[in-house]
């Protein structure tokens, strides 16, 4: 079945709502109109409904069903702009709170929160910058994650589709050792959450020791902090590891004979953003892969950003990819809270 599909199946009237704070764009108008019809999320746009309605009505659709937030009316401001003051923990003063959420960015983050709504996809119109500083100061990274980073989901033919993470992508220029590791746990929870068997290539210039220097050995590094610090029985980790020789099955037994995944990774992993952002753009264009992301990891709440130059199913795919992290993280809660009885 095709992925997006599969996904539509399990957010099919789970209630998910997502906020929108882009709500005069068309593409943003169009996706959620879409998914309030199908009943996948409940959209929720910020901003003034009548001025959007008339947008919506030149796009051909009907909004009348999706929830509408004016941040210039919303009853529960003050107590915004307090949760706001108190989180930010004595670096901003109550007036510089009050701005702060005037900014949609800022409080469609802080109604994700507050719990209001259960994430958020912006970026349309905002630069990643924009969509990820309200995030990284409030919503912030999860126990144990030092930084967020960005993975791309690479899909490609029809029902049974090939697909693949790639990442980091998008966040981390020149990631350490620690951090490396890091971002390929996350990168596993990530796979794992979208139904991808977590195989993950720790992609490098060498293969098991065919090549050596500095760039070498951090990926090596990173493997071995993985091996400790790895609690995940179902992800498995191979590296340092070429991209021909994680992909290629014929490749991989003459490059990597004893591994148990070489030939059929999943996830890939590149040693840092230049070559994780050429890799992905490469197998969009020339590989035909569709490319979807940068899906942001890491965070306590799902929050997406989107690119300037998206198209309105690019935001519908990553609204469902949202929604699901949005449901996992509620299924996590759950079942926490089921052994902490």
């Known amino acids: 079945m095709d992925f997006f599909e599969q996904l539509k199946m399990k957010l099919k009237d789970q209630n998910v709502r997502l906020v929108f704070p882009e709500a005069t764009d068309e593409r943003i108008i169009k996706a959620c109109a879409r998914?309030?019809?199908?009943?996948l999320i409940q959209p929720v746009l910020l901003g003034d409904k009548e001025e959007i309605e008339p947008i919506a009505y030149r796009c051909g659709v009907l909004i009348d069903e999706i929830e509408f937030i004016n941040p210039k009316t919303y009853p529960r401001l003050e107590e915004m702009i307090d949760t706001l003051f108190t989180r930010r923990n004595?670096?901003?003063?109550?007036?510089?709170?009050r701005e702060?959420?005037?900014?949609?960015?800022?409080?469609?983050?802080?109604?994700?929160?507050?719990?209001?709504?259960?994430?958020?996809?912006?970026?349309?119109?905002?630069?990643?910058?924009?969509?990820?500083?309200?995030?990284?100061?409030?919503?912030?990274?999860?126990?144990?994650?030092?930084r967020t980073s960005g993975a791309f989901l690479l899909l490609r033919g029809r029902g049974d589709q090939e697909r693949y993470l790639f990442s980091d992508c998008a966040i981390n220029v020149d990631p350490d050792a620690p951090l490396l590791a890091e971002i390929a746990m996350e990168t596993a929870k990530t796979a794992e959450s979208l139904g991808i068997p977590p195989r993950v290539a720790m992609l490098s210039y060498s293969t098991n020791g065919s090549g050596s220097g500095p760039a070498v050995d951090?990926?090596?590094?990173?493997?071995?902090?993985?091996?400790?610090?790895?609690?995940?029985?179902?992800?498995?980790?191979?590296?340092?590891i070429q991209f021909d020789a994680a992909y290629d099955k014929t490749v991989a037994d003459l490059k990597?004979?004893?591994?148990?995944?070489?030939?059929k990774c999943t996830v890939f992993v590149f040693p840092e953003l230049q070559s994780g952002n050429i890799g992905y753009k490469i197998a969009q264009r020339l590989g035909g892969f569709d490319a979807i992301g940068p899906i942001l990891q890491g965070l306590n709440k799902p929050i997406s950003d989107l690119s300037r130059g998206a198209c309105t199913n690019d935001v519908y795919k990553v609204s469902l990819i949202t929604a699901m992290q949005a449901l996992m993280d509620k299924d996590e809660?759950?079942?926490?809270?089921?052994?902490?009885?």
């Open 35 to 39: 998914l309030q019809a199908e009943h």
């Open 90 to 97: 004595g670096k901003i003063t109550k007036e510089e709170a």
């Open 100 to 146: 702060l959420v005037q900014d949609v960015n800022y409080f469609g983050t802080m109604l994700t929160y507050m719990g209001i709504v259960d994430g958020m996809v912006s970026g349309a119109i905002h630069s990643t910058g924009d969509t990820v500083r309200p995030a990284l100061q409030i919503i912030k990274t999860k126990p144990g994650v030092k």
């Open 218 to 240: 951090k990926v090596k590094e990173a493997l071995e902090i993985i091996k400790e610090k790895n609690q995940d029985p179902n992800a498995i980790f191979e590296g340092e």
């Open 256 to 263: 990597y004979p004893d591994s148990k995944i070489a030939g």
């Open 333 to 341: 809660a759950n079942d926490s809270e089921i052994k902490n009885r």
